[in-house]
């Protein structure tokens, strides 16, 4: 499941989180202080077999453990994350 990341954001909130989208429609949290970047701590993607529109964006919300992602098929989704 390593397929091209098409977009990340910094956290607005806490300087070591960041998130990634991949083409696969993979949606994942990094934090920097919880690990040491060989695994995302938070990870919503594919399950075995399923094919998902790829994910083309991804934005933080400014007040709020959330994240919001875009696809290519013109979607939305809204994700709350434990936060720090």
């Known amino acids: 499941m390593f397929d091209e990341v098409n977009?990340?954001?910094?956290?607005?909130?806490?300087?070591?989180l960041f998130a990634s989208v991949g083409k696969d429609?993979?949606?994942?949290?990094?934090?920097l202080k919880k690990n040491n970047?060989?695994?995302?701590?938070?990870?919503?993607?594919?399950?075995e077999g399923e094919i998902l529109p790829s994910k083309t964006m991804i934005r933080f919300c400014n007040s709020a453990s959330v994240v919001i992602t875009g696809d290519v098929a013109g979607s939305v989704n809204v994700y709350r994350y434990l936060g720090n």
Do not use: Q, V
């Open 7 to 16: 977009d990340i954001e910094w956290s607005p909130m806490c300087s070591t």
């Open 25 to 31: 429609g993979r949606l994942e949290l990094w934090d």
């Open 37 to 47: 970047m060989l695994d995302p701590f938070a990870t919503n993607g594919p399950s």
